[in-house]
């Protein structure tokens, strides 16, 4: 369907980048990128790459050049150079201004405790006492560590089980950087992804369950088995903090659930795993929406085409796979209902490959659950988890 929007520019060349471009073409709307090899996975589908690292601020104003607007794939960007890009014309979406209180989990943390939003209780590292090694008074190990830039997949995370671990800790990593956090019980994880655009509308995905192992993202289920109540506490913790940030892009918290009420967990200012089933479940996928709102285009909505959906990760198996990776492929091909997305990574041990969605079709949740289950094991039998 072509469109009179022009080149849409997305600051890194992974998978997010590359579910994308596949949005532009759906629309005929071109996108470049900008990422540091011709080998990355959305090279082969933008229409036009600029190599540059994403931290690199000349690259991306060589990108505006050929751009109409800029997104992003990943909140790993120099703030202070990009700003003064922003203030010469180039335009970003999300802005530069709502991102930066968002690019490191410490300013986060800060963030989500000025405006009262519930999260776990935390202090930054370096006020730990060197000598005591003393946790806050009502803390108690374990407890957790988690850098303030750049960790993603469990990368950037410690579990801190008792004051050796505290201090081996302390003495291997910048203190001002890292902050630690009180252990929270949960029964569940949950996520949601929304959009808010330039007249401030916000629009929401459906609030999903996430299934970890080893801090990576396993299996997303497709809606998350919630009474209204939690659907909408979810909701508005999510909307004042993109009201508060006026913040034009797409958006995905990430929650704990359990004794403690709703939790705050990760903030991420860009689409996310947990969204990648709205590609087929969704009447416009989370790459839509974030295409459509760089692009200046009207937004569309969001609601379910499906009863429901599972989302599976692929992680890398190595060399002790059990199948060749052609038949693992052919095989998940094969199961009613899938559909397969595939990064086009070297497979590599735990590294994410692709990605699974099956829709689901029973109306009721009961059933569906038990749906949902026999699908994964299907997957799996295939594709096992190395994490497992």
């Known amino acids: 369907m072509p469109n009179d929007a022009g080149t849409i520019g997305v600051v890194g060349g992974g998978q997010l980048a590359l579910m994308l471009c596949e949005a532009g073409q759906a629309r005929g709307i071109p996108v470049a990128i900008q990422s540091a090899s011709d080998q990355d996975p959305a090279a082969a ?49 999300p802005s530069i201004q709502s991102l930066k209180p968002l690019v490191n989990k410490l300013s986060q943390r800060r ?23 003393a946790l806050p008074d009502d803390w108690r190990f374990p407890v957790m560590a988690k850098a303030g830039h750049g960790g993603y997949d469990g990368k950037g995370t410690r579990v801190i089980k008792d004051r050796l671990a505290l201090s081996e800790l302390l003495s291997s990593v910048v203190a001002k950087d890292w902050l630690l956090e009180a252990w929270v019980p949960y029964d569940r994880e949950l996520a949601l992804v929304l959009s808010r655009d330039q007249q401030g509308r916000i629009r929401s995905f459906p609030l999903v369950e996430t299934h970890q192992s080893s801090q990576v993202c396993d299996w997303v289920l497709a809606p998350a088995p919630a009474d209204q109540l939690l659907e909408a506490t979810a909701y508005n913790i999510a909307a004042s903090l993109l009201t508060h940030l006026n913040y034009v892009g797409v958006m995905a918290l990430e929650y704990f659930y359990g004794p403690q009420g709703l939790m705050v967990n ?9 969204g990648h089933f709205s590609i087929e479940a969704c009447n416009s996928s989370q790459f839509d929406q974030q295409l459509c709102i760089t692009a200046g285009l009207p937004v569309p909505s969001t609601e379910l085409v499906a009863p429901g959906a599972l989302m599976v990760n692929l992680l890398g198996l190595g060399s002790d796979a059990e199948l060749p990776l052609d038949e693992r492929l052919t095989a998940l091909q094969t199961i009613p209902g899938s559909h397969l997305h595939w990064y086009g990574k070297e497979e590599m041990p735990g590294r994410k490959m692709g990605h699974v969605t099956v829709l689901l079709q029973q109306p009721d949740a009961d059933a569906r659950d038990g ?18």
């Open 45 to 93: 589908s933008a229409q036009h790459q600029v190599i540059g690292a994403p931290t690199d601020a000349i690259a991306t104003a060589s990108l505006a050049g050929c751009c109409s607007g800029i997104t992003f794939e990943n909140e790993w960007i120099p703030v202070e150079a990009l700003q003064s890009l922003e203030q010469d014309g180039v335009l970003f979406k």
């Open 111 to 133: 963030l989500l405790d000025d405006l009262d939003l519930p999260s776990p209780d935390w202090v930054g590292l370096d006020e730990i006492d060197l000598k005591t090694l």
């Open 266 to 274: 990760e903030v991420a200012p860009r689409t996310h795993n947990s």
């Open 371 to 388: 749906e949902a289950r026999d699908v994964l094991t299907n997957i799996r039998s295939v594709w096992p988890n190395p994490l497992n």
